[in-house]
């Protein structure tokens, strides 16, 4: 009888040393077991900007999945700034004393983001930015604060070779009345952030070095927003009657802005071309209608795991493959069959 039960102990033994290596095994590579949640504060510049609502579900549905599959219960706390840079980081002080293993920060002035970051030295969290890029010696400061984007450079290239293919294949798709010089308004998003500036300098950096004949009627300022990109269209189809061949949008929202302002006029079916940068599902919807010419998309899925899996890592076991820059992939959205086939 002592025997059996010394038998049985034995066994139970040998059971559960069994299943705490196999259990270890399944974890490897996951870091710190003894963590089996975190929570994530996400800090959001605008909650209503398109984009950003875009990147914000993807985000939602990483985290999602991640818990299915590493059974790691993730909360995250996303708080929304509506454009105000004190209300930022008062939030960040909020979330960090709540306890939060992370930041994610999308800032609302990007020269500002050495607040933020005193904050979380001090704190002794992570931080990855995204989107709005703080400049380099403040990313600098630290080892664990990361940046997640889209380059760009990169996004304008791809938007004027979209309009320069367009040319080279037949000129007219452009030039509408024929007289050698294409005849474009500019749209473009806020001031302060970088992706304005470059997005505008580059695409038509490239319609040039693509030979495509250019002459600028007008530009403005409608900071993202579709509204205000269709309030200053409506202004230029009144000022230069005629005139506009091609509307170049900074982004999506605004190229839909400008569309509105068309079809208001009734010039939906002029053949003056409209591009945007984003790809989101809106610009995408349009595209497969037909009104908007083209657009660049940067792949959200990308860009949210990589937001998630630098937090996650940075929390969980302290380290990442990641380099302090990720730079999301992006393509041209422009193919006539695509047009067909593209599914929302
Ligand atoms: C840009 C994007 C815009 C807007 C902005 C907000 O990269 O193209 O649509 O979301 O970021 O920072």
Known sequence: MKRKGLWLSAGLTLL??????????ENRGKGDNRKTSMRIGVLLYRG???????????????????????SVKVALDIRDAKGNQNTQNSQAERLISLGCDALCVNMVDRAAASVVIDK??????????FNREPVEEDLNRWDRLYYVGVDPR?????????????????????????????????LEGETSHQDSLIRTQW????????????????GGIANWERSQASALMEQWIKEYPGQIELVICNNDDMALGAIDALERNGLLTAGIRVVGIDGTPAGRAAFR??????????????????IFDIVSD??????????KYFWTPQRAVSDREERLSDTP
């Open 16 to 25: 559960i040393l069994l299943t705490t290596a196999l259990l270890l095994y």
């Open 154 to 186: 990169e996004s304008a290239a791809l938007q004027g070779q979209i309009l320069v293919d367009a040319y080279k294949e037949k000129p007219e798709t452009l030039d509408l009345n024929g007289d050698g010089l294409v005849s474009y308004v500019l």
């Open 48 to 70: 209503d900007d398109t984009f950003i609502s875009t990147l914000r579900a993807a985000l939602e549905e990483q985290v999602k999945q991640y818990e299915k599959e590493y």
């Open 289 to 306: 209608a037909g009104s908007l010419f083209g657009t660049v998309e940067a792949d959200t899925e990308i860009y949210a795991k990589a």
């Open 120 to 129: 979380a030295v001090a704190a002794g969290i992570p931080v990855v930015f």
């Open 314 to 323: 940075l929390v969980l076991r302290k380290e990442t493959e990641y380099e």
């Open 203 to 218: 695409s038509i950096q490239t319609l040039k070095d693509g030979n495509v004949p250019l002459e600028k009627i007008t």
